[in-house]
């Protein structure tokens, strides 16, 4: 039996509601990593990327509205996910799987992304294994997670968002960048973004701030943000370790 988690017997606590003003939201949330790729391809230019965790399928639907050209492909645990997310998409592919020891057998992408889903796992190390696997020669790898060496952690302290049952693998910054690093990658960016874990900032009009910064920088490169963002390069020089 896989050791996991998800709770299959329970409602998902990732399904999320589908309306315009959330889409929205959404759209902001991921704004940061939205920019990256932006950075990394062209909008014409065909590419492939594989998103570990689709949750309700939000970022892949995003992706595939944005970069028509590109072979995007979706991992997800939880079924009742794996068909909500397929039903945001066109083209894109969603598939059912385990984040810690999936197998696309001789499949690879260009890019691995996966936003929020490595804290979940009790075996981290093991999903890098099998990222390294399935990316191709300098293939790009970005993961955002909870960041313990926050602000809110450190203000909100017990009642921090980022606390929860099924969170079994925070680390800090700059815990998480040693971690990556140690596994096989060069970091190109790591940073965090702002201040989404302090109530008072999700509220306006200082939301109105939070959000802005967001949407118009997504991330900077400090250790005190909400959530730890990475860009790594798979290091050839370390594909056997």
């Known amino acids: 039996m896989e050791n996991v988690t998800v709770d299959l017997n329970s409602r998902s606590l990732y399904i999320e509601p589908n309306t315009k003003f959330y889409r929205f939201k959404r759209k902001l949330k991921t704004s940061p990593i939205l ?7 062209q909008k014409n230019q065909t590419f492939s990327l594989l998103e570990i965790g689709t949750g309700s399928g939000f970022l892949i639907a995003f992706l595939e509205s944005e970069f028509p050209q590109a072979e995007l492909t979706g991992l997800e645990y939880d079924h009742r996910l794996v068909a909500l997310s397929q039903s945001k998409v066109k083209n894109a592919n969603i598939i059912h799987g385990n984040a810690e020891n999936f197998d696309l057998k001789d499949k690879t992408f260009d890019i691995i992304v996966s936003l929020q889903v490595i804290e979940h796992l009790y075996n981290p190390e093991l999903m890098l294994t099998s990222v390294k696997k399935h990316l191709n020669r300098n293939g790009i790898f970005i993961l955002t997670t909870p960041n313990l ?10 009642k921090w968002h980022g606390y929860k049952s099924d969170h079994v693998s925070l680390k800090s910054y700059t815990e998480w960048k040693t971690f990556i690093e140690k596994n096989g990658f060069t970091s190109i960016y790591c940073g965090s973004t702002f201040f989404t874990g302090i109530p008072i900032f999700n509220k306006l009009p200082l939301g109105l701030i939070n959000w802005g910064l967001l949407f118009f920088i997504g991330s ?3 250790k005190h943000g909400e959530s730890f963002i990475g860009i790594f390069r798979l290091d050839n020089n370390k594909m056997n370790n």
């Open 35 to 41: 920019k990256r790729i932006r950075k990394i391809v």
């Open 149 to 158: 060496e926050s602000l809110s952690a450190k203000y909100m302290k017990n």
């Open 220 to 222: 900077i490169k400090w």
